[in-house]
């Protein structure tokens, strides 16, 4: 049973970094990505962001965080993080990792297991 758990979020004010942690379990594929996605307040929809496959390690951004925020992944740690720098208001939302055998997707559909989410405010 795949699990993935959140970590790291909180409130600064705009400008500033945070990392989120996610620690991922129990994948039986031999490859597989994981992403971020955010949901802005609201009830909007959950928007891809950053997602890394751990076949060749290669990443993919959305426009809105490109050049702002790198994802990373630990094998040791079975951990993916998410670094978020030069935060704005409208990165505030609650950030989900999810676990996919697709790569190079930022579909919320194409992605099959979901952590619980952790909380990101900034503000202005």
């Known amino acids: 049973q795949v699990q993935l758990v959140e970590s790291g979020g909180g409130s600064a004010q705009a400008g500033g970094s945070l990392t989120l942690s996610c620690a991922y379990s129990g994948f039986t594929w031999a490859y597989y990505s994981i992403g971020w996605f955010r949901q802005a307040p609201g009830g909007q929809e959950r928007e891809g962001i950053s997602s890394i496959n751990t076949r060749d390690e290669s990443t993919y951004y959305a426009d809105s965080v490109k050049g702002r925020f790198t994802i990373s992944r630990d094998n040791a740690k079975s951990t993916v993080y998410l670094q978020m720098n030069k935060r704005q208001p409208e990165d505030t939302g609650i950030y989900y990792c999810?676990?996919?055998?697709?790569?190079?997707?930022?579909?919320?559909?194409?992605?099959?297991?979901w952590g619980q989410g952790t909380q990101v405010t900034v503000s202005s």
């Open positions: 999810a676990g996919t055998v697709m790569y190079g997707s930022l579909s919320r559909y194409e992605y099959d297991s």
